[in-house]
């Protein structure tokens, strides 16, 4: 069974940093690009930024590029999300996922960005 924990979310001030972090396991993590989306309160998700499997080829949506970082350890079966320069339009729940995505999603972990 694919099972995705996400950890790392908190509550900081605009300009501040955050580390996510996704566990996964139940599928081949190495064998899979993995992305970080994110839902705000009444809002779609959304994809953020993924990662691809073998050369860490990375994409970034237009409003995190030059602030997010995404980075994996397959070692360790874990995806990383550093956030930087946070803004409080970045607000949401995030979460992580295989690409294609996978049914079972984690619970995510909440960011909540003041002004």
């Known amino acids: 069974e694919v099972k995705l924990v996400e950890s790392g979310g908190g509550l900081v001030q605009a300009g501040g940093s955050l580390r996510l972090s996704c566990a996964a396991s139940?599928?081949?993590?190495?064998?899979?690009?993995i992305g970080w989306f994110r839902q705000a309160p009444g809002k779609m998700r959304e994809g953020v930024s993924c990662?691809?499997?073998?050369?860490?080829?990375?994409y970034y949506r237009d409003a995190v590029k030059g602030r997010f970082t995404i980075s994996r350890d397959d070692a360790k079966n874990t995806v990383y999300l550093q956030m930087n320069s946070l803004r409080p339009e970045d607000t949401a729940v995030y979460y992580c996922?295989?690409?294609?995505?996978?049914?079972?999603w984690g619970q995510g972990t909440q960011v909540t960005v003041s002004a």
């Open positions: 996922n295989s690409i294609p995505t996978n049914s079972n």
């Open positions: 139940g599928f081949t993590f190495d064998a899979k690009a």
């Open positions: 990662i691809s499997q073998r050369d860490g080829s990375t």
